[in-house]
């Protein structure tokens, strides 16, 4: 508000001082414009020197002087004056706006003045005058005629209307200065909202949130605002969750490993053997938590997943060649995508045999566990699909968030996981822009397939390069 009010007063103050120089110009150029006139006028009349009225020509320059200044009528502040070779004066008709017939220092400055016009500088004030000297017949000097105009005058009139001016604008300054502190009050009143809101919102308190009101750009600003305390709220709750349940999962193998260690006997060997067996696989589920947690904290960074260009017969093939290492199940490859795809070769594979290890935990020996993999000009997919008991409907979303191993299920039941597979395996379709999608019927087996979209025309430049090579 104070730049405006600044920028307004520059502004005010240009204007009146523009406004002055241009008037006060304007009056000195009308001043010298009528004095001009004037001097012209009387030249001409001199010049004629023939009285209109009788036609006999004028005997002297005192008459020729009297007769042309008693036919003028003059302005306020003009003053016409006629001083004879005798040095008498003419005087015009009514009162001088400054004394100058009266005042014998003024007038024979004028005359004793070579020039033909001048300022006369009084305690009056400045007088402007045109000074046009009266000839005989002969070129004797035979009087003068002088017309002057009184400047200052006119100053003053433009300066008492320039502080009138300037008196309006100080007002309408003011007047601009409150109504601006009252108008920019009610603009910003919502950002203070937002300001004061963002000022009540601390760690432990993501529930305050603004009121959007109106459809203009605060409100779009309060809005995003919103969505963003909605999506810190979802974040922080994110992020309290899986600190209290990584706490949780990490506490357990440590507290099944120091009641072992409390209760070991020094002269049993086998017990100490088991005990050291147990241990050991509690140290080995610990070391996996936190490899899948450093992999997950890896998959916000921008290189987690690194594209190229893979050929998917070959990925496929590698990907169902280790399969068959993760358990003693009828491994089937139902089918297998021809040309290339855009995606990260062993990210991909990495989430496969998450999924195939998921499977894996869910069957039988004997069971059947299906792989595949199929693309088109959208995507890459790949599947695994096994024969056990499902997935329940009400577990269907919590599977795929951190640590959770749905309300039943081998993971949990023999131990085998921490929760986070499904994750890894989310993370990782996210990292190439896709989705994990769960097809599943309890007590019919699940099957679990990884959609990897492709840019437009990939597959097409694909097909094309290969044409090209044939």
Same mark, same amino acid.
């Given at each position: 508000?104070?730049?405006? =009010? ?78 004879? $070779? ?80 300037? @008196? ?50 605060? $409100? ?57 067996? @147990? ?32 050929? @998917? ?51 039988? $020996?004997?069971? =059947? ?41 081998? $993971? ?9 597979? @499904? ?48």
């Amino acid at each position: 508000m104070a730049w405006l =009010v600044l920028l307004l007063l520059v502004a005010l103050v240009t204007v009146v001082v523009v406004t002055r120089n241009l008037l006060v110009a304007e009056a000195e150029s009308d001043a010298t414009d009528a004095l001009n006139q004037e001097a012209e006028e009387f030249k001409q009349f001199a010049a004629a020197g023939v009285d209109q009225e009788t036609g006999a020509r004028y005997e002297n320059g005192t008459e020729l002087l009297e007769r042309h200044i008693s036919r003028q009528f003059l302005d306020d502040d003009e003053i016409v004056l006629g001083i004879t $070779a005798e040095g008498a004066i003419v005087p015009q008709r009514g009162r001088e706006a400054i004394a100058l017939a009266e005042r014998a220092s003024r007038w024979q400055q004028i005359v004793a003045n070579p020039a033909s016009t001048d300022i006369l500088p009084t305690r009056d004030g400045r007088l402007r005058w045109v000074k046009v000297p009266v000839v005989d017949d002969v070129g004797n000097a035979d009087g003068t005629f002088v017309v002057a105009y009184a400047i200052d005058r006119e100053i003053r009139e433009i300066d008492e209307t320039i502080r009138t001016l300037v @008196l309006v604008s100080a007002i309408g300054l003011v007047v601009a200065a409150i109504a601006s502190w009252v108008v920019s009050g009610q603009i910003l009143e919502p950002v203070n909202l937002v300001r004061r809101a963002a000022a009540r919102i601390s760690h432990d308190d993501l529930t305050e949130r603004i009121a959007v009101e109106g459809r203009d750009d605060i $409100a779009a600003l309060s809005e995003q605002f919103n969505g963003m305390l909605d999506r810190l709220e979802h974040a922080f709750g994110a992020q309290r969750q899986f600190l209290d349940d990584a706490s949780h999962e990490l506490r357990t193998p440590i507290t099944i490993i120091r009641g072992n260690l409390e209760f070991v006997g020094d002269d049993d060997p086998a017990e100490r053997a088991e005990v050291v067996r @147990l241990c050991t696989d509690e140290l080995d589920r610990m070391g996996r938590i936190v490899e899948d947690l450093l992999l997950l904290a890896k998959a916000e960074r921008p290189d987690f997943v690194v594209a190229g260009e893979v050929g @998917l017969v070959d990925l496929t093939s590698d990907i169902y060649a280790k399969l068959g290492a993760l358990g003693d199940r009828r491994w089937e490859l139902e089918s297998i995508a021809e040309g290339e795809g855009l995606l990260d070769g062993q990210r991909v594979t990495q989430a496969v045999i998450q999924l195939a290890h998921n499977a894996v935990g869910h069957t039988r $020996a004997g069971d =059947v566990i299906r792989f595949g993999s199929a693309v088109t000009a959208a995507e890459a997919s790949f599947w695994v699909a096994d024969t056990g008991d499902g997935v329940r409907p009400e577990d269907a979303e919590a599977i795929f968030q951190r640590f959770s191993r749905g309300s039943a299920g081998g $993971a949990r039941a023999n131990h085998t996981g921490a929760g986070l597979g @499904l994750t890894i395996v989310t993370a990782i379709a996210e990292g190439h822009g896709g989705h994990v999608e769960l097809q599943t019927t309890y007590r019919h087996g699940a099957r679990f397939s990884l959609h990897l979209p492709q840019p437009a025309g990939h597959h097409e430049r694909i097909e094309h390069r290969e044409d090209d090579t044939a």
